[in-house]
């Protein structure tokens, strides 16, 4: 873990000399992997003796790309001929590859990349998903947004790859072809702050930009926020379904309903929903039900 952080500081220390307008950095491994090789203990021991936590070292990368193992959907391909690294059977390979793809569940930009299509087929998903997510040629969203009966917490926080992050989302003055707006989150009192610009396209498409804030960047924002809404509150869950990222959230306001939101990277994909969750109806074309609505309506609770 040491060295894992030490090489990622030197690295963006390099990068931020480096006379170009973007510079990508790309770690094939990242420190929440670490923690599929652990128990729950031996890795609450290791972030004390790092004076860090999880959500601090999860959290550090803006966007986590995970290449499901060839063990699950491409067997033919999981052999021990063309890797002399591989040690692992494939029921191995498959438990540790979900363990380490649950380790990272809690992020807000987990994309899956199964083996639903042959290997050179992966690798462009995989280069469409970074593409997408870094805005080229613009930074375009799609995700569909599901009114479901109000879920069982317990279940939600039963679930090894499930993890709670509280939001505080405050809106700022903007123009009237853009939302603006700054974000407290985290969790066990690790917290980070982002501001974002959204631009609506249509129904499920938008372009939206987003940037890391320090803490005081944020106090100075909030300054700016719009007094014809109010400061949203909520409990966020994220998770991983069937390859697909789920965010689930309550509001305070709610107790028999909440939103499930579920980003994609294509408008065609279908939506794969856990059984345990009873959905209402979609309501991505509904404006009622944006969080900026939301911030401004009195919701009712259904």
């Avoid at 970074?130 to 039963?158: K, M, N, Q």
């Avoid at 109806?281 to 609505?293: H, I, K």
Wanted: aromatic share 8%; net charge negative; hydrophobic share 40%.
């Amino acid at each position: 873990m040491e060295l894992q952080l030490t090489k990622e500081r030197l690295f963006e220390r390099g990068a931020r000399t480096m006379p170009a307008d973007k510079v990508l950095i790309v770690c094939d491994r990242g420190a929440m992997d670490n923690k599929a090789y652990m128990t729950e203990a031996e890795f609450s021991r290791l972030c004390a003796e790092l004076h860090t936590s999880e959500a601090a070292l999860r959290d550090r990368y803006d966007a986590v790309f995970h290449l499901v193992t060839a063990a699950k959907g491409a067997e033919e391909a999981y052999t021990f001929a063309n890797n002399a690294a591989r040690y692992e059977t494939v029921e191995q390979a498959v438990a540790l590859d979900a363990r380490i793809a649950a380790a990272w569940s809690g992020h807000a930009h987990l994309r899956i990349i199964d083996n639903s299509t042959a290997f050179e087929e992966k690798l462009e998903r995989l280069l469409h998903e970074i593409l997408s997510f870094l805005g080229e040629p613009v930074p375009l969203e799609v995700e569909r947004t599901f009114l479901i009966r109000y879920p069982d917490v317990a279940w939600l926080e039963s679930l090894e790859g499930c993890r709670r992050v509280e939001i505080t989302q405050t809106y700022l003055l903007s123009g009237p072809d853009e939302e603006v707006r700054v974000r407290q989150q985290g969790a066990d009192g690790t917290y980070f702050y982002y501001e974002t610009v959204n631009k609506p396209l249509d129904g499920t498409q938008r372009v939206e930009v987003e940037r890391h804030l320090t803490q005081k960047e944020y106090m100075r924002r909030l300054a700016d926020a719009d007094p014809a809404k109010r400061t949203l509150r909520k409990t966020r869950y994220r998770l991983t379904y069937q390859g697909q990222h789920l965010e689930i959230d309550l509001f305070p306001f709610w107790s028999h309903m909440a939103l499930c939101e579920i980003e994609l990277s294509d408008e065609h994909t279908p939506v794969l929903l856990p059984p345990q969750l009873q959905l209402i109806r979609e309501v991505t074309d509904d404006p009622a039900y944006r969080n900026a609505a939301l911030a401004t309506a009195s919701p009712r609770d259904e």
